[in-house]
């Protein structure tokens, strides 16, 4: 069965620095997605992502954040400048179809941890 | 706004007993409901989802789901438990009068139930 794969599984990081996340989506997947969920509380959304264009974001997702699908598989979340309280477990998710009907598939994490 | 309350963060149930994991929502509109399932070092996985029609849902492993409007409910359950069931369980809701014409797309989450099934 397909499955959506995030690299790395754990990324540490000094604050202040850039971190780029990578998820690769189901191959015949078109909508994407980060989430994240910080210890201990929800898991929330970010940012969904179509046609090489941002289609919704949370006002978590700040100037800080950025997205991109540099190639036909690759599907990236970057952090310009990390916070301590960027620290969490990010989720990437894509989904075959639009629509709020449509189930997305996620994969399994990025433990992002700022010092 | 929409949002999802899963009123207990630990389940525990014996092997062979009936579970329910329960998840209430709020939104200003209908909704679409969703169960996932976390395993250990795994992502969410899907389990199954409320969009219309008849109000009991039947997913994968058994699990089922019944949809409550006046109750504003959206409870999880297997008849019976097994010990590969223990789990995180994420409930997770869309508002589909939000959004595009393609509805709100971003999911919303409860706090997740851990489940333990006892031997």
């Known amino acids: 069965e397909p499955e959506v794969t995030q690299t790395p599984s754990h990324q540490v990081t000094q604050m202040g620095q850039e971190v780029i996340l990578r998820c690769v989506p189901i191959?015949?997947?078109?909508?994407f997605y980060w989430y994240r969920q910080i210890l201990g509380q929800k898991v929330e959304f970010l940012v969904s992502?179509?046609?090489?264009?941002?289609?919704?974001k949370s006002e978590i997702f700040d100037d800080q954040f950025s997205v991109e699908r540099p190639d036909g598989s690759n599907f990236t979340l970057k952090i310009r400048s990390t916070k301590l309280e960027d620290s969490a477990m990010y989720f990437c998710?894509?989904?075959?179809?639009?629509?709020?009907?449509?189930?997305?598939?996620f994969g399994p994490g990025t433990r992002l941890t700022v010092l | 706004a929409q949002s999802v309350a899963q009123p207990e963060d630990q389940v525990n149930v014996a092997e062979g007993n009936p579970l329910t994991v329960k998840c209430t929502y709020s939104v200003s509109g209908n909704p679409y409901l969703f169960w996932y399932v976390q395993y250990p070092n795994r992502g969410l996985q899907f389990l199954l989802k409320y969009i219309t029609g008849d109000n009991l849902v039947k997913g994968s492993y058994g699990f089922e789901a019944e949809f409550n409007k006046s109750q504003t409910s959206f409870h999880l359950k297997k008849p019976s438990a097994l010990v590969s069931d223990s789990a995180l369980y994420f409930c997770a809701v869309r508002d589909i009068n939000l959004g595009t014409n393609f509805g709100n797309e971003k999911l919303t989450f409860g706090t997740g139930t851990r489940l333990t099934i006892i031997p």
């Open positions: 998710a894509s989904s075959r179809d639009r629509g709020a009907y449509n189930e997305q598939f």
């Open positions: 191959s015949n997947h078109l909508y």
């Open positions: 992502f179509y046609n090489n264009e941002i289609s919704e």
